[in-house]
């Protein structure tokens, strides 16, 4: 089974400073799909940002930005320019793209609260 | 209109008490899961459905059980509710393997 590791648990920065998120994760696959999904209180789950594991080019959306590193098996969230607006839990995922066996949908880091400082 | 819908939105219910949360959508998905997240665990799948006939367990399905009574529609089950259920609940649905999921806006459960 897949695990997704947030070694973060929180993390502060100031408006309109960058702010990297790290997560990391185990698998035997060599195929997979990673995405990182914001939470704010609104406690509504909106997809930042998705990378396709056989792609080497980092993803890119706007001010966001993955880290994505294969072999090592990470994959970190860039933020660029923060606003208070990204203030949220943010939560790393990685989807097989073979499902059955008692495995299906996303396995989920446990998030990390990223505190905007005005 | 939401896409996927979920209700209620909050229920405050007593230990051993049954109690039903319901999905459904309008995405024409196949695809269907019940998440539960408790702060610090992130989310964690409960149970998974690939069409009405096939449910899946998901990482914690005791205690939990489910319905899929058409392809719209995924309710999740409490047969006898423990304070330690109390939770914040998602549903979510799916296309192909390589898209997102899209999230419900979740059910805040808390048992007494």
């Known amino acids: 089974a897949q695990t997704v590791t947030q070694s973060q648990p929180e993390m502060s920065v100031q408006e309109a400073e960058t702010v990297t998120l790290s997560c990391t994760y185990d698998t035997s696959e060599s195929d997979y799909y990673l995405f990182w999904y914001k939470q704010p209180p609104s406690r509504q789950m909106i997809l930042v940002i998705r990378?396709?594991?056989?792609?080497?080019q980092n993803a890119t959306e706007n001010r966001f930005s993955v880290n994505f590193q294969k072999a090592a098996k990470s994959f970190s969230l860039k933020i660029s320019d923060s606003q208070l607006g990204d203030a949220a839990m943010y939560f790393c995922a990685y989807r097989s793209p073979y499902s059955g066996g008692g495995a299906d949908g996303l396995t989920f880091g446990k998030g990390t609260h990223l505190i905007i400082q005005p | 209109d939401a896409d996927v819908t979920q209700t209620p939105r909050n229920r405050i219910t007593k230990t051993g008490k049954r109690i039903m949360l319901e999905c459904s959508q309008t995405?024409?998905?196949?695809?269907m899961y019940w998440y539960r997240q408790d702060p610090g665990l992130g989310l964690r799948l409960i149970y998974y459905?690939?069409?009405?006939?096939?449910?899946n367990k998901g990482e914690i399905s005791d205690g939990y059980s489910v319905s899929r009574q058409a392809q719209a529609k995924f309710s999740l089950s409490l047969e006898s509710a423990i304070p330690n259920q109390t939770a914040l609940y998602f549903c979510?649905?799916?296309?192909?393997?390589?898209?997102?999921?899209?999230f419900g806006s979740g059910t805040q459960l808390s048992v007494l």
């Open positions: 979510a649905t799916s296309g192909p393997v390589n898209e997102k999921l899209f």
């Open positions: 459905s690939f069409d009405v006939k096939d449910i």
């Open positions: 990378q396709e594991a056989y792609k080497q």
């Open positions: 995405k024409g998905h196949d695809r």
